[in-house]
């Protein structure tokens, strides 16, 4: 494989096949391999009740139950991404097309530019049409000001009941 393609997905189950479909077409036809990068909102990672069960065993003097509380949560992200990638492989044509995957909850511009610099055979940036619309903060001019590689935002297809008349 010559180049790859990182392929940002929002994490949720919700998103379960956001573009994957089209991704996995486009690295075809670059011959390249896909790089997935999992991202989940803060809020999902982490909800009230882990927090203020940590917090009580902080201050019982179980710090180290707290901390393992707290990872438990970024382990089962963790490990429902791999559930995924398992699942798209078993699509895929060529199941080594995709080479890897990360899980994240971090700034997604930050966090897609350090991709970058590891992985340097990341030739194009292709966005889920769910990270495009729910995340106002990224747009594509702060994409661009900050990614210099080519960028593949999509889009969600109208459904045709749904078109306005013309």
Known sequence: MRSKLLYVVKGEKTHEKDGFHYARELSHVVHGGLYVLFHYDRQVRRTFEDEMAAAALAEAGAADSAIALLREREENLQAEAEKRIEQWRTVCDLPERITGFQVTTADLL??????????????????????????RRLTIRRLKKYIRRPIVTMSRQIPVEERPCL
Do not use: H
Request: without cysteine.
């Open 110 to 135: 930050s966090v897609i530019r350090k991709i970058l610099q590891d992985e340097a055979g990341i030739e194009i940036v292709l966005m889920s049409p769910s990270l495009m619309e729910e995340n």
